[in-house]
T-cell receptor, first 109, second 112 residues
Framework: GIQVEQSPPDLILQEGANSTLRCNFSDSVNNLQWFHQNPWGQLINLFYIPSGTKQNGRLSATTVATERYSLLYISSSQTTDSGVYFCAVERTGTYKYIFGTGTRLKVLA | DGGITQSPKYLFRKEGQNVTLSCEQNLNHDAMYWYRQDPGQGLRLIYYSQIVNDFQKGDIAEGYSVSREKKESFPLTVTSAQKNPTAFYLC???????????FGPGTRLLVL
């Protein structure tokens, strides 16, 4: 089956710093989503991005499907950005999403 | 407000007991999903449903059962056959199977 790898597994930043999170996947996919899980467990969808680039405020994402990776950029990080960031990919033709193991981000004040 | 609700927030199961987790959505979404999350891990798909009265097994369906009798409801039963049920259970929905997924707040299941 598809393997989804995220890097780095852990990241500590000072408030105001920028960061790039990476998601690599081992096979072609229909769709890709990025999520943020807050310390209380709630998952929030950040981007639905099967290809191309999208921006939402301080966050942006780029997916290069032909090269099987996606990047999530966080600029001017804030303490509220802390939590775990997951990417999830849909196996082609299945409606099933496979989640990566996540990047755990801690932003220090 | 539109959204997804899950209940209860915490659930305790005794050995040999079946328990049912509730998931309700008022977003008028066709597709609904159940995921399991173990500590420090990503989410794994248990079951999903694209339409009322139809559902499919995910990657870890053994020991679980679901029903989809109404569009807005997708309850998950953790049966006694699931030997290691302690986990965080998350329900999600989307307009169709390929759109943005929206998640409920989750249910933490613990075995006594």
């Amino acid at each position: 089956g598809i393997q989804v790898e995220q890097s780095p597994p852990d990241l500590i930043l000072q408030e105001g710093a920028n960061s790039t999170l990476r998601c690599n996947f081992s096979d072609s996919v229909n769709n890709l989503q990025w999520f943020h899980q807050n310390p209380w467990g709630q998952l929030i969808n950040l981007f639905y991005i099967p290809s191309g680039t999208k921006q939402n405020g301080r966050l942006s994402a780029t997916t290069v499907a032909t090269e099987r990776y996606s990047l999530l950029y966080i600029s001017s990080s804030q303490t509220t950005d802390s939590g775990v960031y997951f990417c999830a990919v849909e196996r082609t033709g299945t409606y099933k999403y496979i989640f990566g193991t996540g990047t755990r981000l801690k932003v220090l004040a | 407000d539109g959204g997804i609700t899950q209940s209860p927030k915490y659930l305790f199961r005794k050995e040999g007991q079946n328990v049912t987790l509730s998931c309700e959505q008022n977003l008028n979404h066709d597709a609904m999903y159940w995921y399991r999350q173990d500590p420090g891990q990503g989410l794994r798909l248990i079951y999903y449903s694209q339409i009322v009265n139809d559902f499919q097994k995910g990657d870890i369906a053994e020991g679980y059962s679901v029903s989809r009798e109404k569009k807005e409801s997708f309850p998950l039963t953790v049966t006694s056959a699931q030997k290691n049920p302690t986990a965080f259970y998350l329900c999600a929905s989307s307009i169709s199977g390929r759109e943005t997924q929206y998640f409920g707040p989750g249910t933490r299941l613990l075995v006594l």
